[in-house]
């Protein structure tokens, strides 16, 4: 059978016309059959709209953090209607996750149906009449949304209801919650207007400490009414949110989170007649998957049987042909053997491409991510009975996977690698320091290049200074005050032939091993790694190079080329001046810098500064406060006196070292000269470059000075600013490496020689090429006097130096009271933060005495930073915040820690006891001037102000007597 098929035939004329009218727009004249059918546009419509809700309710009711509306409400019963409405009709309240009300004024007597909101889950804490002492008013009610979390993942965690607080604590475990957080703990609270502030606080760090130690992964946040407390010291990690008034003029309802730049705030309208505005929070957070992009990183697979091979390969080595061949030829030599040691890693060590994920946890493994796809592979197949298997085997490859990284940190703790456990901490807590940003493109590392390079192109287009100008000593001399030491010294001159100093293999072995392995290779690429896994293989031949580098007094270029990495000096960087030029440079190098401060250091011990604090043996940053406080403290215990400090800044100070002018003073300080050859052109001719993403930028040649990142940078600065020095009986200027203080005492507005030290100080930078920058150099006025007189500011190169009320003087927070509130607020804070990698650390269930060293080498060093310059001068509060804080350490190690005071007793004893054994120490002389003539007791210190009796001094004093004393007791007892 045969069916005829009609088709449309077009001659060209037609096709022509209708191709006209095409263009033109003329639809009436296309034929039907031509036309475009358009099927079912109401159910696309339809559709569409279906999509774009499931779209809208998949954005908005998975916030990374809940969504919060708060505030107090005064009787909730009779707004009901009014807040249902909300509910149906204002977007901030349908898409709350949240809402958190306090004072309900519910009773036992009224069910939960009469306070039902369509769509939230109810969880709620009335008053309790016998707890509280009042039967009306007051209580507690949390609405979770349900489209958020289920009903039944609410959890109470805490309720309490006494005089001083009312809380709510509610464990929650949304759908949807970044994997950054386990899940989200919730507190609402309420304090009573005429509540104990102290015991409320008390009561609300309790808690909240408590339910960190067993969920230090959770999202905290607390809201409620607090009236006249805040948390603001007592759980210092915690943000507050609330910056608007929520009743008249006040802001009392409050909301902290610990997390920062977590919610955006805007005000909404009270309830029914309530006194005070609710608060609407909306998340601003961004999860760290999305903050971070993901990294692509080429990483070397090192195993025992490539360390070992390569070992071998050394070994076998004839360095002869590598080393001897190039006789003087160093560049060439330097170059050999950095291709050689890079070829023969290339060729052992196999390289790996991974993908790192900024949420990634370090014990999810690929054996943990080849069963969780598994798992994804069954539940596919909608088989049951599989899918419970594979959830078993999930479950022990998570438990597997976790014990194992557990025996990994606790192998870490055991064999004392304190770095590699602490990155793993910020690791596992997605804590991330602040770090390089990296140049966006190539354009702005070439000007980054040049502003970095810009103190060598000032000093070779400038006129050269004089060395002979430079004044050598600026000391006044004049009987000590105040212990304070004489600095008359006689520089010694050359009186035997100088030696070339020669390095040995076993001090190059030694350095090699010391090296850490984690280290940024150098523009040589050499890894430390490849250099301690070697160390005794390369020992020898790297000796070679080292004695022929001392021997020429030449540095090659490629361990002199320095790759600057430009890391931000605050949070958003915007000038060229925001950038801190931090310098990588060849490992090689770094030894043998490390080598030649061991040559140089002996040879200029006696004619360094001795009110420079750095690269002293025994002595460090406490007794440079220590100094500067007894200093002060003593001139303001004699009355009618005040204290004016004064702390530079200098601008990039490594990089302005002139060489000229340390060549004539090594030379005076009877230096080696083959030391002061090399040191010259370590100094000169410095490659350097920008490093930007994959790339870098154009090589500049630094002409003098060392960068940051080097190792004999700082103590070169010690040595160039050494001839400046000064010390009387009211003034005296000290040095901690390049920070540099003046502290000079006035009376009767006699400010004469406090100002010429600071002129002739001025003066004495410009003729040595160093520039101090006058926006960072502070002054801090210390004037107890009752009718304070009005000061002039002091004046550098034509600019007023600022006068602040606080600085931060090597770590620690100075003030014009000396009352060291805001360094003890920094260091609560600082102390929480580390309670919290304390308490993730022992989720891990790592033991007690592992668990007491993370907490020594972590949480002890922030903690106790320096207590022996502020722990006297501490008030009792404060000291008690500490103790808090090494109270929960406590719980959560479980065993016994040092309070503060006991601390704060035994670093007393033991820097005393270190400063009468060394006696070119600067406060030696003050101990020594209060030494018995018939006993080895100390006399006490006359004291005329509080301030001064519990200084370091007069208490270090106290101690020593009463553990001589208790040492003599024991003596007599065991004699009888």
């Not at 360390?307 to 030599?333: H, I, K, M, N, P």
């Not at 078993?392 to 304190?418: D, F, P, R, T």
């Not at 390095?503 to 490849?530: F, N, W």
């Amino acid at each position: 059978m045969q069916t005829s098929i009609n088709r449309l035939v077009y001659s060209k004329a037609e096709l022509l016309t209708l191709e006209n009218n095409v263009k033109a727009g003329v639809r009436h004249l296309i034929p039907p059959e031509l036309r475009r059918k358009y099927r079912g546009c109401r159910a696309g419509r339809k559709h569409k709209a279906k999509m774009k809700a499931r779209i809208t309710n998949r954005t908005l009711f998975k916030p990374p953090i809940p969504s919060v509306v708060m505030g107090n409400v005064n009787a909730l019963m009779n707004k009901m209607d009014e807040l249902t409405a909300l509910i149906g009709s204002q977007r901030s309240y349908t898409e709350a996750s949240l809402l958190i009300f306090t004072e309900t004024w519910l009773t036992s007597y009224v069910p939960d149906a009469t306070v039902d909101l369509p769509g939230f889950s109810v969880v709620r804490a009335d008053r309790d009449p016998d707890a509280s002492g009042k039967s009306k008013g007051g209580g507690l009610i949390l609405y979770a949304n349900q489209r958020w979390c289920h009903p039944n993942h609410l959890t109470v965690k805490t309720a309490l209801c006494s005089r001083d607080l009312e809380l709510l604590a509610v464990s929650i475990r949304p759908y949807y919650v970044p994997r950054e957080f386990s899940h989200v703990i919730a507190l609402c609270v309420y304090v009573p207007p005429r509540a104990d502030a102290e015991a409320a606080r008390e009561s609300i760090y309790n808690i909240t400490t408590a339910l960190q130690s067993q969920h230090p992964d959770a999202f905290f946040l607390i809201s409620g009414d607090f009236n006249h407390v805040t948390l603001d010291t007592t759980l210092a990690s915690f943000h507050q949110y609330v910056s608007c008034h929520t009743r008249k003029n006040r802001t009392i309802d409050l909301l902290y989170a610990n997390i920062n730049d977590a919610y955006s705030v805007s005000p909404l309208p009270p309830l029914g007649k309530s006194d005070h505005n609710l608060v609407h929070l909306k998340p601003t957070y961004t999860p760290l998957v999305k903050r971070q992009i993901v990294t692509i990183r080429q990483i070397r697979r090192w195993s025992p049987e490539a360390e070992d091979a390569l070992r071998d390969c050394f070994a076998t080595t004839d360095w002869s042909v590598l080393v001897d061949s190039y006789g003087e030829d160093l560049e060439g030599a330097v170059g050999c053997l950095t291709d050689y040691l890079n070829f023969c890693v290339d060729q052992v060590v196999p390289v790996k491409t991974v993908r790192c994920f900024a949420n990634n946890k370090p014990w999810i493994t690929s054996e943990v991510k080849k069963v969780l796809n598994k798992k994804k592979r069954a539940f596919g197949s909608k088989n049951g009975e599989v899918l419970r298997d594979v959830q078993k085997e999930v479950k022990i490859c998570l438990k597997g996977a976790h014990e194992a990284y557990s025996k990994k940190l606790e192998k870490q703790l055991s064999n004392n690698s304190m770095q590699e456990v602490w990155n793993g901490m910020k690791t596992i807590t997605g804590c991330r320091s602040k770090g390089s940003v990296g140049c966006p493109d190539l354009q702005k590392a070439e000007e980054l290049n040049t502003f970095f390079n810009r103190f060598s192109s000032l000093m070779t287009t400038g006129s050269t200074p004089h060395p002979s100008s430079a004044p050598l000593d600026h000391h006044h001399p004049a009987p000590p005050a105040h212990g304070s030491l004489s600095l008359s010294r006689t520089l010694t001159t050359p009186t035997s032939t100088p030696s070339l100093p020669t390095i040995t293999a076993v001090q190059v072995t030694t350095e090699l091993l010391h090296l850490h392995p984690r280290k940024a290779a150098g523009p040589d690429q050499v890894c430390p790694r490849l250099l301690k896994t070697c160390a005794a293989e390369l020992g020898g031949p790297l000796q070679q190079v080292y004695n022929l580098s001392l021997r020429l007094g030449r540095v090659p270029s490629l361990w002199k080329t320095s790759c600057i990495v430009p890391v931000p000096k605050k949070g958003r960087p915007q000038e060229l001046n925001d950038y801190r030029p931090v310098a990588l440079t060849s490992h090689l190098m770094k030894i043998l810098e490390r080598l030649v401060l061991q040559f140089l250091q002996p040879q200029v011990q006696l004619v360094k500064d001795p009110l420079q604090f750095a690269y002293q043996e025994k002595v460090g940053v406490e007794d440079a406060v220590l100094y500067l406080l007894h200093r002060a403290l003593a001139y303001l215990d004699v009355g009618g006196f005040m204290v004016r400090m004064l702390f530079f800044d200098f601008s990039s100070a490594f990089n302005t070292i002139h060489p000229s002018l340390l060549q004539e003073k090594l030379n005076i300080m009877a230096v080696d000269p083959y030391l002061v050859n090399w040191i010259m052109d370590y100094l000169t001719n410095r490659p350097q470059f920008v490093r930007v993403g994959g790339g870098r930028s154009s090589t500049l040649t630094c002409s003098i000075g060392a960068p940051q990142g080097t190792v004999l940078s700082p103590f070169l600065f010690t040595l160039y600013t050494s001839d400046f020095r000064y010390n009387s009986d009211t003034c005296h200027m000290q040095k901690f490496s390049d920070d540099t203080a003046i502290v000079a005492c006035i009376r009767g507005g006699e400010e004469g020689e406090y100002r010429d030290l600071v002129k002739d100080f001025v003066g004495w930078c410009q003729r040595n090429n160093l520039q101090l920058n006058t926006t960072k150099t502070k002054e801090v006025v210390l004037d107890f006097r009752r009718a304070p007189s009005s000061l002039q500011p002091i004046g550098i190169n034509g600019s007023a130096v600022e006068m602040v009320s606080t600085y931060r003087y090597l770590g620690l927070q100075l003030d014009n009271k000396l009352s060291l509130s805001a360094n003890m607020d920094s260091v609560y804070k600082k102390g929480q933060s580390r309670l919290y990698f304390l308490r993730r650390l022992a989720s891990f269930r790592v033991c007690s005495k592992l668990l007491y060293m993370f907490y020594q080498s972590i949480v002890s060093s922030v903690l106790f930073y320096a207590v022996v310059c502020w722990g006297g001068s501490a008030k009792r509060k404060d000291i008690q915040r500490l103790n808090r804080l090494v109270r929960k350490a406590c719980s959560v190690v479980g065993l016994s820690l040092d309070s503060v005071e006991k601390v704060l007793e035994q670093r007393t004893l033991s820097k005393i006891r270190a400063i009468l054994s060394n006696e070119s120490h600067p406060l030696n002389s003050v101990f020594s001037h209060q030494r018995s003539t018939m006993s080895s007791r100390l006399l006490s210190l006359r004291c005329s102000t509080e301030r001064l009796k519990n200084s370091f001094v007069p208490r270090a004093i106290r101690l020593y007597n009463a553990a001589i004393s208790g040492r003599s007791r024991r003596g007599v007892l065991e004699m009888s």
